[in-house]
Every structure is written in structure tokens, then in C-alpha cells.
């Protein structure tokens, strides 16, 4: 996503304003954006302690894995799990998990995710 200079000062001053779960995502993405990763890292560092909904806690895992953040992912992920109702969120939250677990070396611990998450019977084929 690229993000012109006065989208980027509008997306800032909203999170400023209101820095809220709402204006996070967007400020997220206008950082990205912008490739400026100490103010990603703070920016999601500041967040691990703030959010507490099981799907927030979730999508900040999927940040800390984009940033290579793995331990903070994984214990965003294995914070969320319990508590998404989602069949769709628990298993992009479990495909996170195993992703941040290979990444940290924890590689029987990735693999026993991932064959849960194909040999698994609470996962329904989609046909397209």
C-alpha cells in the first residue's frame, strides 16, 4: 500500500487524536507503508498490554510476525486462541502460532500445529 505524504499526516494526526484499536490498523499500515520498523516495533510493543479482545489480540500477533517480532507473536496467538469463536480465526491464529514457533527453532512445536491444522475434522473443505 503506498501512502501519499498528506494521507500519511491525516492517518497520523486521527491515531494521535484517537489512539484507539480503530485508528491502530491504519496507523499500522501508513508506518508499513513507510518501511519506519522502530516506530512499528514501539507501536506494537505499546499495544501488546492494551488490547484484550481475543480477535485484536490475534491480528497483533499477525503484526508482530511481519515484523519478525516471533516471541511476542506467539504469545499474542496463544492469548487469543481460547478465546476466538471463528473457525476462520482460530485457524489463521493457529497457521500464525506455527509460523512464530518455526521461526524461534521450535520446529516440532510448528509441526504439530500444522498437521492439526490438515488432518484436523473441525476444518471444513471450502469448495470454490
Known sequence: MTVTD????SIRADYRRDPSY???LPWYGA???RRLADDLV???TRWQDIVEE???TGQLGVMCN???LWEQAESCMSRSLPGLESLTDR???LGELAASKAARGDH???FAISRTLRTSSEWEPVSL
Open 6 to 9: 498528506s494521507q500519511f499526516e
Open 22 to 24: 480503530r485508528t491502530l
Open 31 to 33: 508506518l508499513r507503508s
Open 42 to 44: 514501539a507501536l506494537v
Open 54 to 56: 481475543p480477535i485484536q
Open 66 to 68: 511481519d515484523l519478525g
Open 91 to 93: 485457524f489463521v491464529a
Open 108 to 110: 516440532e512445536g510448528a
